[in-house]
């Protein structure tokens, strides 16, 4: 495996849109579909997604998916060719999770290296429904990618709206 640093790109637009390797869905533990991002890549992936997240729930995940891990599954309809599901963390003023926020991305690029995976779409975990502000969130992401030995070779954050872009702007200068 050639370990060099991927290429980051930013993207303005939908997930589900991307033609990657991987997707990286910000999923709930359940792995059975949910609201935000999750829930548009199940729905526009299809039934199989959910069929495979099924099998995991049945087998090894049978509590569901812990904060910070990532795992596989088929892409149905889309167009990349598999979807890594990771559980990031709710954002806490009590507590730092920032170490599962970067586990998320390190995670999602260890599985995404074992399924030969040259390029990855990443969402901003976290930082919908969770609740994780957008400007730590985004340093978080560009800073694991950075530092994380991958052989992907293309990492694109794709931002939903213009305030999440304007903070991976920030965070890659």
Known sequence: MSTTQ??????????TDQDTDVIVNAANSSLLGGGGVDGAIHRRGGPAILEDCRKLRAGHYGRGLPTG?????TAGELA??????TVGPVHSREEDRSALLTSCYRESLRVADELGARSVAFPAISTGI?????????RIAVETVRATRTAVE????????AAA??????ALA
């Open 130 to 138: 969770y609740g994780w502000p957008i400007a730590d969130g985004a």
């Open 6 to 15: 991927p290429a980051i790109v930013l993207v303005r637009g939908d997930i």
């Open 154 to 161: 293309e990492v694109r954050f794709v931002l939903f709206d």
């Open 165 to 170: 872009y304007a903070a991976f702007q920030t």
């Open 69 to 73: 891990q990532a795992v596989a599954t």
């Open 80 to 85: 990349a060719r598999w979807v890594v599901h």
